[in-house]
């Protein structure tokens, strides 16, 4: 794991140049994800997110949202999102967010309410848990 | 199984020594080690210096092919052998690069940028983590 945090070290995050082609782009996509796969054993150590998710979900949230601006064909709409997507990673990785922020923004996500994990809420009533969710069920 | 050390090596006489490294190597010939039905060639296991090119080992691939029926949601009797390319499986691009980085976190490995162009399929797979995990 020593080896993977050192690959993936963002100390200095500057602005590229801008990418020459499509394909140049889409190299640029996929090496933003693997630092953010890489670094995401150092983000659940800083935000102590072990019993709240695990690295695969964590790895589907990153490619969900990468997935989500797949149909753009312009690169330097694509260079734009890189430099967005560079920016928030550096923040998550600098500690500068919270960890509700990262539990709001990549694990609960677009889903809604995050399914427990830990064994406190397996007991409770269905009708109690809709009940938490709306006024109407 | 029998193992020859570089070690051995520094005897009295040198002939005597490359003897003996010969019977040895007939001797491992006359071994009959588990087959794993993969290949009827017996492929054999030198020691690290003498290296010879050898198919992955099936836990491996066993491993790669669960780690890619999770990530493109394939049922568990999907036929996913060692030679399923990962396109023909429903993988675009982006679910590569994340089948790839599944692998690196479970076997705890860092695959180079030009390795990792060059998968393609299962088996690809499985011999670059055993290359990257002998290192």
Known sequence: ???????????????????????????????????????????MEIYNLQDVVN???LRSAVSSEIRRHAHI???KVIDMLLQKGTEELHNIVQHSKQRHHIIGQ???GQRGLVHDLGTKDEGTSDFLKNFYKSNYF | M???????VSMPSLSTSV?????????????SFPVSGRSMIPSLRLQRGLQVCCAAKQETVDKVVAI???QLALPADAAVTGESKFAALGADSLDTV??????????DITVEEESAQSITTVQEAADMIEKLVEK
């Open chain 1, 1 to 43: 794991m020593g080896e993977r945090a050192a690959a993936a070290s963002l100390k200095f995050v500057t602005v590229q140049a801008n990418s020459a082609s499509l394909a140049e782009a889409r190299a640029r996509v996929f090496e933003f994800f693997k630092t953010t796969c890489r670094s995401i054993p150092t983000v």
């Open chain 1, 55 to 57: 690295e695969s979900q």
């Open chain 1, 73 to 75: 064909t312009n690169p």
């Open chain 2, 2 to 8: 029998a193992s020859i050390t570089r070690a051995s």
């Open chain 1, 106 to 108: 990549y694990v609960v």
């Open chain 2, 19 to 31: 003897n003996q490294s010969q019977r040895r190597i007939s001797g491992l010939n006359s071994v």
């Open chain 2, 68 to 70: 890619v029926k999770k």
């Open chain 2, 98 to 107: 994340e089948i790839v980085m599944g692998l690196e976190e479970e076997f």
